[in-house]
C-alpha cells in the first residue's frame, strides 16, 4: 500500500492511503538518507511504502520514495544534524502586503532565493488590494510585471473581499503546498477564505523562544476540500537564509541566467568586472533595478542569519 505521510510527530506518523484512508503508522527498522542527517527519517510529504497489520490497526513504514524537495531547520547554529520539517512540496506561496504590513522587494527576492536554492517553485500572493489607492494599484501591477517576467506566477487578491481567491485555489489545486510570509499580512485570512473552516497556526506561534530552542509541535498537512494539500508548519513564516557560495546566489534570479553565461570572465562577480553581460542588460532595462540591488545585498551580507529557518 502506498500513501503520503500527513503528520509526523516523531514517534509515529498519519499516512493518508492511496485509497483516501488515514492509517498511524510506525516506522520498520533504520533509513538511511543519502547526504544528510537528520533527526527524523520520515517527514511530512514523505510518499511511502507501507505494510498494514493484520489486524488492520496499524500500518508500517517500509521504504521512502526519493523527495524532489525538502525543508529542514538544524537543531542548533552549529549542528551538523538537520531535522527535516517538510518533503516534496510543489509550490511555496509567499503572501505579501504593499501595505500594512509594507513588504520590500528585497524581503520577496531573498525568499525567491532560498526557493531556487532548494528547487521548490514558488508563487507571489499580494493580499490585501481592497486597500489600495491608484498608485498602490500601479505599483502592485509593476511588480507582478517583474515576478512574472522571472517566470514566478502571481496573484492580486483581497481575502476580506474574497477578490480573486479562486484564481489561487485554481493554482493550488492537487498540490502540496506551503504559504509562507510574515506575520499580519493575512495568512490565515487567505488560507480561510480558500478552504473556509481551515485554521493554520502559522499565523501566530513563534516556534522559537528567546533561547533559540524549538518549541514542540508538529508539522502536519491538511487536505484540502478541492484537491491537493496544505502544509502546516507552525514557525515558518519568514525564511531564514541559507549559506550560499557567493558565486551561486546569481543562479537563483532566474533573469540573469540567459545573460550570465556571456559575461567576459566566467567567475564574474556581476559587480564591477567589464564585459559584464548581466550589467548590460541591467542597463539595457532587460533586468529589473529592484531585482538587481537585491542581488547586490545578498551577495554583501555577510553576517547570515543562521537562527532562522533553512531550506534544504
Ligand atoms: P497572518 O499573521 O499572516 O496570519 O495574518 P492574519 O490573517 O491574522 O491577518 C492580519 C490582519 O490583516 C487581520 O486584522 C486581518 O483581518 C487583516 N486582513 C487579512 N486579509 C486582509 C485583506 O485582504 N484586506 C484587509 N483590509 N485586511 C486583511
Ligand atoms: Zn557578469
Known amino acids: 500500500m502506498e500513501g503520503i505521510v500527513i503528520k509526523s510527530t516523531g514517534s509515529w506518523y498519519l499516512v493518508k492511503t492511496t485509497d483516501g484512508q488515514s492509517l498511524q503508522c510506525k516506522i520498520k527498522g533504520k533509513f538511511r538518507l543519502k547526504g544528510i542527517k537528520t533527526t527524523n527519517p520520515v517527514a511530512v510529504g514523505d510518499k511511502v511504502e507501507i505494510d498494514i497489520l493484520a489486524d488492520k490497526s496499524m500500518g508500517v513504514i517500509r521504504s521512502i520514495a526519493p523527495r524532489h524537495n525538502h525543508i529542514i531547520r538544524k537543531s542548533t547554529n552549529l549542528s551538523k544534524v538537520s531535522h527535516i520539517i517538510a518533503a516534496n512540496i510543489d509550490l511555496a506561496l509567499l503572501i505579501v502586503t504593499l501595505k500594512q504590513p509594507r513588504i520590500t522587494p528585497g524581503f520577496i527576492d531573498r525568499f525567491l532565493v532560498n526557493a531556487e536554492a532548494y528547487h521548490i517553485n514558488a508563487a507571489i500572493v499580494f493580499n490585501k488590494t481592497d486597500i489600495h489607492n491608484q498608485e498602490d494599484h500601479k505599483r502592485v501591477i509593476e511588480l507582478c510585471e517583474i515576478y512574472e517576467n522571472a517566470g514566478y506566477p502571481t496573484f492580486k487578491v483581497s481575502a476580506l473581499t474574497g477578490d480573486q481567491i479562486s484564481t489561487v485555489r485554481e493554482a493550488i489545486r492537487d498540490k502540496v503546498n506551503l504559504f509562507s510570509g510574515p506575520s499580519g499580512v493575512g495568512k490565515s485570512a487567505?488560507?480561510?477564505?480558500?478552504?473556509?473552516?481551515?485554521?493554520?497556526?502559522?499565523?501566530n506561534i513563534s516556534n522559537y523562544n528567546d533561547k533559540g530552542k524549538h518549541t514542540t509541535t508538529f508539522p502536519e498537512m491538511h487536505t484540502l476540500s478541492f484537491g491537493g494539500f496544505v502544509i502546516d508548519t507552525p514557525g515558518i513564516k519568514e525564511f531564514g537564509l541559507v549559506e550560499f557560495r557567493k558565486y551561486e546566489i546569481a543562479e537563483r534570479f532566474p533573469e540573469f541566467r540567459t545573460f550570465m553565461h556571456e559575461c567576459r570572465f566566467n567567475n564574474c562577480t556581476h559587480i564591477h568586472e567589464p564585459g559584464c553581460a548581466v550589467k548590460e542588460a541591467?542597463?539595457?532595462?532587460?533586468?529589473?533595478?529592484?531585482?538587481?540591488?537585491?542581488?547586490?545585498?545578498?551577495?554583501?551580507d555577510e553576517i547570515l542569519d543562521k537562527e532562522k529557518w533553512e531550506w534544504e
Open 190 to 203: 487567505l488560507v480561510n477564505a480558500i478552504e473556509p473552516g481551515l485554521k493554520l497556526k502559522t499565523g
Open 282 to 300: 541591467l542597463e539595457a532595462g532587460k533586468i529589473p533595478v529592484s531585482r538587481y540591488n537585491s542581488y547586490l545585498r545578498i551577495i554583501n
